[in-house]
RNA sequence: GGGCAGUUUCCAGAGCGGCCAAAUGGGGCGGACUGUAAAUCCGCUGUCUACGACUUCGGUGGUUCGAAUCCACCACUGCCCA
């Protein structure tokens, strides 16, 4: 059995530690969970912090619960929000559920044969047994109302003006309640999450030591920083999701190959799996050769491949290629209708009816009438100032015109606008 | 309820009768350099049938050859007094 809190110390993973957690790990197999919350259809890259934790206390042998908010995401964590948050209808929470679920599947070992196969609950099923007395009664009397209003998240909102409803006071108390639960039914002596769930996890702790002079222990991850101070996970089109539908492994693996030199060795040790000697050679062989970006690379090469395929991965290599090299105008021109529409997976397209190219279509018309442009003045000034590529090759001049002869495969039309916006047209 | 100040293009903020599509800064977007980075430098940043034309300066009317600029009313915002 592998230390686990050794392993997440020098990853930088740890931030507060319960007394007695390492020696528990060390002990014997034990059960640990986190919850997540079933905000959205699809989990993002802010969640796959905790993923990669019940991960590593899977690899060390212990066995990971996955816990799905069902109940909690009816009420809302009021950590880290400044303001009430607002409800999701029933039928959004359970849809979102099911795809959290089954996402979570993908990246944990559920394998029943194995003494720690993860396993997935959903706190929902029992809360939905619990009457409000039954909950006063047995969880609320052991908490006092001062212990709750001495946390940071409930103090910061009791001091704003927007105030805090009883209902995501009580937030920590049914967090709380679920580490009882869990460690009553499921033998879960652990539980981890975000620093901001410090609070929420001690409630539980608390309760379960009120409740029956048992000890449950606890770590939390530091949550991601950027250098720059922007809020990690967010690309230029919001949220970066771990769901291919919604953001594409092309996008997914250009998110992590822009990681910023200050960020990119604090990421790899966290979001890879990569064991020390190797992290620290990249480490060593990246410093003075920040131009070659190994380490930005590895780690998009590494969470690509754990987050979706390796295939996925060497298709979003192959298409950084050719959409940012500069001489690829002829590999372009080379690739089947297959390939193009592969490598261009997850770039707008718009339509165009083929008569418009026959007789020749101006390229100031084109780039406005195709809303790649907002107007043709903007068109007309991108052109000149040397913005726009068809093709992969700079059009020279607003007298340009466009014909059906430079179509790729007969159908399509590669537009370019700056070094990162690519737009499809495609001919009908 | 009374008094004062304000409302300008994405934001901040000049302009106070013609020289105003409107200074300057920020942001955004391009270009060069680079590492699909940072820093730096340069350009663009109301629309169009584009060396010209058209529509903008809280709203509606008015004065004037001519208004973002003056007047009236309305709306909103901020400050002070009740």
Redesign the pocket.
């Known amino acids: 059995m592998t230390n686990l809190i050794e392993e997440l110390q020098w990853r930088g993973m740890i931030q507060d530690i319960m007394p007695g957690t390492e020696e528990q790990l060390n002990k014997e197999m034990t059960t640990g969970y986190i919850g997540f919350d079933p905000t959205a259809d699809s989990l993002h890259i802010g969640n796959l912090v905790p993923i990669i934790l019940l991960n590593h206390l899977q690899r060390c042998g212990h066995k990971p619960l996955a816990l799905v908010g069902g109940a909690t995401g009816m009420v809302g964590d009021p950590s880290g929000k400044s303001e009430e948050r607002n409800f999701l209808s029933e039928e959004t929470l359970n849809h979102n559920l099911a795809c959290v679920k089954k996402q979570l599947e993908k990246y944990l070992d559920f394998n029943s044969s194995k003494p720690n196969a993860a396993e997935m609950v959903n706190n929902y099923d029992w809360f939905k047994h619990i009457s409000f007395l039954d909950f006063i009664r047995e969880a609320g009397k052991h908490i006092t109302v001062n212990y709750m209003m001495a946390k940071d998240s409930v103090k910061k909102r009791l001091n704003s003006d927007s105030g805090m409803s009883f209902t995501e006071f009580t937030y920590q108390l049914v967090q709380g309640y679920d580490y009882y639960w869990l460690y009553t039914n499921k033998q879960c002596r652990l539980q981890m999450g975000g620093s901001d769930q410090w609070g929420n996890i001690v409630t539980g702790t608390e309760l379960i030591r009120r409740k029956t002079g048992g000890e449950a222990f606890a770590f939390t991850c530091p949550l991601i920083t950027k250098a720059d101070g922007g809020k990690f996970g967010k690309s ?1 089109k919001g949220n970066v999701w771990l769901d291919p539908a919604k953001t594409s492994p092309y996008q997914f693996y ?1 998110f992590w ?2 990681t ?2 200050a960020d990119a060795e604090k990421y790899i040790k966290i979001f890879t799996f990569l064991p020390k000697a190797e992290i620290d050679a990249l480490i060593a062989a990246h410093t003075g050769n ?2 070659q ?1 190994q380490l ?1 690379k590895k780690l998009a090469e590494e969470v690509t491949c754990f987050v979706h395929s390796r295939a996925d991965y060497e298709f979003a290599v192959k298409a ?1 290629e050719i959409l ?1 090299n500069n001489d690829t105008a002829e590999i372009l021109a080379q690739l089947n209708e297959d390939q193009l529409l592969q490598v261009l997976d997850g770039v707008p397209t718009v339509n165009i009816a083929k008569s418009v190219l026959e007789a020749g279509a101006d390229i100031v018309s084109l780039l ?1 009438d195709t809303k790649i442009m ?5 068109a ?3 052109v000149q ?3 726009i590529s068809i093709n992969k090759v700079k059009v020279e001049g607003i007298e340009t015109s466009i014909t059906a002869s430079q179509l790729l495969n007969n159908r399509y039309l590669l537009v370019q ?5 690519y737009h499809l047209v495609v001919v009908e």
């Open positions: 230029e250009q190959l822009n910023a030199d920040e131009h970006r930005q950084s940012f406005a907002p107007s043709k003045g903007e007309r000034k991108m100032n040397g913005g606008r700056g070094k990162k916006h």
